[in-house]
């Protein structure tokens, strides 16, 4: 899976400290054979693919509930024109 744009490529990383129960996922991890390091970059690279989308929800939640107020009220746009 591809970053997106905005976000660093691996040949940017940098040495991070991280305050969790380290030792016990470390030890989980390695003895499961685990890549820890790629396994958080992936994570991190959806979690923060999806704030944009999450972003733009939000400042059109209005115009959403509108929109679907209005199409249960009237129908669809296409409605009329199915004949299924």
Not at 66 to 84: I, L, W
């Amino acid at each position: 899976m591809e970053p997106p744009c905005h976000l660093p490529v691996a040949s940017q990383r940098r040495a991070s400290r991280a305050s969790t129960s380290v030792g016990i996922w470390l030890e989980a991890t390695r003895a499961a054979k685990i890549n820890l390091s790629a396994t958080l970059e992936q994570a991190l690279v959806k979690k923060l693919s999806s704030v944009p989308q999450l972003q733009w929800r939000q400042e059109n939640r209005d115009s959403i509930e509108a929109y679907n107020q209005h199409v249960e009220k009237h129908g669809g746009f296409y409605d009329k024109s199915q004949s299924f």
